[in-house]
């Protein structure tokens, strides 16, 4: 598949809908030949991503001195992220041209998963923009709603057990980055994000105006998703493919804005629960040989190596990061 196909799954929402399986084997070709889809009938409005893009903004507009009191730590990732701080996680390359904030699965401060995994807690809500919480949280249910649709659908095209995939999204790890990318110059290299392959198992993102998103295609070239006004792009990440024992694709994308105008993005990241170990739920595909990944474990050597003085260790799997 040289293209990124568009589909409706509104189906999806009720199993007894006569194009059920019709459009699960639509998701299923798009999954398994590109890892990437377009998708419409999510229900969620444009009036909403239009209320998230506009938080977005005000979010990187606030002064430059308070959006690092408000910044990301080694103990906690959430908040802001800086300009050009972060490099590919295997240390190589030239920092990324973005900036970004960061966000995860709202957990309250004496929730009890907190006793259990120490990634889990509040947001950093920005002062200056009020009714971000509450717009992005609302936006952010409606995306959960989506992805469970979307692996409800994947759990019957695989012929795995019903809920498999998403029982394991309960108390999840899910997280959004919002992300701001300043035009780069017709000449200037890098990118706003470098090739990788996302270390989720699922991402859903609303396309911004100004393009910017490249997706690889099987024989190395390099495509835009046409995704129609309301609709979505969702691509699979490595952990489904794991799942999937290789039948899923996670495929190479990047970020490179050079459109002349500013960029903004809100990508949402569905991570399991930070005890699931995800294996192959069916035989692997001959070639395929990936090791098991415990998510709270990957989930903080990621973040960790996101760092620009760490590095990965022999232990951890490979980190989404892509030879350029």
Not at 108 to 113: Q, T
Not at 197 to 204: E, N, S, Y
Not at 229 to 253: A, C, Q
Request: a negative charge; glycine letters at 8%; hydrophobic letters at 35%.
């Amino acid at each position: 598949m040289d293209r990124i196909p568009t589909i409706d799954i509104s189906p999806l929402h009720d199993t007894a809908h006569p194009e059920y399986e019709q459009t699960v084997r639509q998701v299923m070709d798009a999954c398994t030949q590109i890892g990437f889809l377009s998708i419409t009938g999510t229900g969620i409005s444009q009036e909403t991503v239009a209320k998230v893009r506009a938080c977005t903004r005000a979010i990187f507009d606030v002064d430059e001195s308070s959006k690092w009191d408000q910044a990301i730590t080694r103990e906690n990732y959430r908040g802001y992220i800086p300009m050009g701080f972060f490099t590919p996680n295997d240390g190589s390359g030239q920092a990324d041209k973005y900036e970004g904030y960061k966000l995860h699965h709202e957990v309250a401060s004496d929730a009890p998963v907190r006793m259990d995994c120490a990634l889990y807690g509040p947001n950093k809500w920005p002062r200056e923009v009020p009714e971000a919480g509450a717009v992005i949280l609302d936006y952010w249910s409606q995306l959960d709603r989506v992805a469970d649709v979307l692996l409800g659908a994947l759990e019957t095209g695989l012929k795995v057990p019903v809920n498999v995939l998403r029982d394991a999204f309960r108390d999840p790890m899910t997280n959004m980055t919002l992300l701001h990318y300043p035009p780069q110059a017709p000449d200037e290299g890098g990118y706003g994000i470098h090739p990788h392959k996302d270390t989720d198992a699922l991402t859903i993102i609303a396309p911004d105006p100004v393009g910017g998103l490249e997706v690889q295609t099987r024989d190395g070239g390099w495509i835009t998703p046409d995704c129609p006004p309301g609709g979505f792009v969702v691509n699979i990440g490595d952990m489904l493919e794991l799942w999937s024992g290789g039948r899923l694709k996670s495929t190479p994308h990047r970020v490179v804005n050079r459109s002349g105008k500013e960029r903004y993005s809100f990508p949402y990241f569905a991570v399991p629960r930070h005890d699931v170990v995800v294996a192959p739920l069916l035989a692997p595909l001959p070639g395929f040989d990936r090791p098991s990944v415990h998510c709270g474990h990957w989930s903080a050597e990621i973040w960790r190596t996101n760092w620009p003085n760490e590095t990965a260790h022999d232990h951890t799997p490979e980190l989404g990061t892509l030879n350029d």
